[in-house]
């Protein structure tokens, strides 16, 4: 082993990043920087999911609440119903395009205030407007290609069981479309919610 070689140190790069947290956020103490920086970090991860937002306690009588609201859509004109569920859907896509944009703007705005121990939203958001947008596009191109997949890989598995003529049999498209799945599916899970990251 050679002893004039540089050492690895495990702990070091904790303890520097606790006294830079420390430099930043209580030498001096800003009440002003704190709500900044904190908006900043909101900012940067503005609709990621996560946080007990789905952590609800649902009654026991979720049998007679899903009756009550069927009985209720079953009442809505189809056409009606139809347009709401397009209108609804669209809405919901708008804003996860804005969140997903403002998220992107974000992380920019928050890196800023801390390699440059300032706190400031409207300077950084100008300064990184075209690297914010550039990695929002490229995020969302990442995240069409990712639901491209995921349908592509949902149709192979279900195309082979239509039937045709006679009876529909597995072939190569569903062992493919299964890898493929599994594939995702381990993506996704080893990399938690996905969020335009």
Known sequence: MN?????IEIFKPFGEAFELMKRILFQPFDL???LVIGFAAWLANLGAGGGGIGNFNYPDNRREGAQKFNETIGQIPQPVLIT???VLICVVLLLIVL???LRARGRFIFLDCIVRNRAAIAEPW????AEGNS???FSLFMMLVLIAVIVIAGLALIVPFIPRGDQAQAGLAFWIGLSLFVFVA???ASSGPWSLN
């Open 126 to 129: 100008k300064e990184f407007r």
């Open 84 to 86: 709401g569920i397009c």
């Open 99 to 101: 969140f997903a944009w």
């Open 186 to 188: 381990v993506c996704l």
């Open 135 to 137: 990695f929002f596009l």
């Open 32 to 34: 002003k920087k704190w």
């Open 3 to 7: 002893e004039s070689g540089s050492k």
